[in-house]
């Protein structure tokens, strides 16, 4: 069954430095999205991106967070400058359609900021 | 009132036991609802999505109430791999991000 796959599966960072998450959504979805989830707490959308636009975005998505679709199979998540509240789970995810499909979602990359 | 509430539990049962969840939703307008499942410090993973009219896939059965906003999931004949976190997941009004409850811990024994 085809999956989303996310990398790296951690990854540990200083304070004030960028971090890039990958992704590479389901090859044949339009439709893609990044959540997080800090340890202990629930998932929580960050934004959702078709066509190469973000769609919508959270209040949690600010200036420091982007969104890139780099190539045909990437899909990248940077944060410009880490703080030490940014540490969590951030899951990649995608469908076909966004309005009544399910979404897959890959197994996260769990973000360390010392 | 938040978005998606749902009971935290931990609901503790044994083995052979049916085992129900409840939720419920402030967005009127949400369209899609789901069930998702998430072992300890894994991703999401679709369970059933939840149609108006219920619907049951093995021993899991799901309904949706649209006039009350609440949203269950039943359980059957509990095994011990159906030991995880339950998240009830419903779309926003544009259709375009999922909502999530912060989930109920189920733990079943032998």
């Known amino acids: 069954e085809p999956e989303v796959t996310q990398t790296p599966s951690h990854q540990v960072t200083q304070m004030g430095q960028e971090v890039i998450l990958r992704c590479v959504p389901i090859?044949?979805?339009?439709?893609f999205y990044w959540y997080r989830q800090i340890l202990g707490q629930k998932v929580e959308f960050l934004v959702s991106f078709y066509n190469n636009e973000i769609s919508e975005k959270s209040e949690i998505f600010d200036d420091q967070f982007s969104v890139e679709r780099p190539d045909g199979s990437n899909f990248t998540l940077k944060i410009r400058s880490t703080k030490l509240e940014d540490s969590a789970m951030y899951f990649c995810?995608?469908?076909?359609?966004?309005?009544?499909?399910?979404?897959?979602f890959g197994d996260g990359t769990r973000l360390s900021i010392l | 009132r938040k978005e998606v509430e749902q009971d935290p539990g931990p609901f503790n049962v044994p083995e052979g036991a049916t085992v129900a969840f409840n939720c419920t939703y402030s967005?009127?307008?949400?369209?899609?609802f789901f069930w998702y499942r998430q072992d300890c410090r894994k991703e999401p993973k679709l369970l059933m999505s939840v149609y108006s009219s219920g619907n049951e896939d093995g021993r899991f059965t799901a309904q949706l109430n649209r006039a009350s906003q609440y949203i269950s999931l039943l359980i059957r004949d509990s095994k011990l791999s159906d030991s995880a976190t339950y998240l009830c997941?419903?779309?926003?009004?544009?259709?375009?991000?999922?909502?999530f409850g912060k989930g109920t811990t189920l733990s079943v024994s032998s």
């Open positions: 997941v419903v779309n926003n009004q544009a259709g375009t991000a999922l909502i």
């Open positions: 967005n009127s307008a949400s369209q899609s």
């Open positions: 090859s044949n979805h339009l439709y």
């Open positions: 995810a995608s469908n076909i359609h966004h309005s009544n499909q399910p979404q897959h």
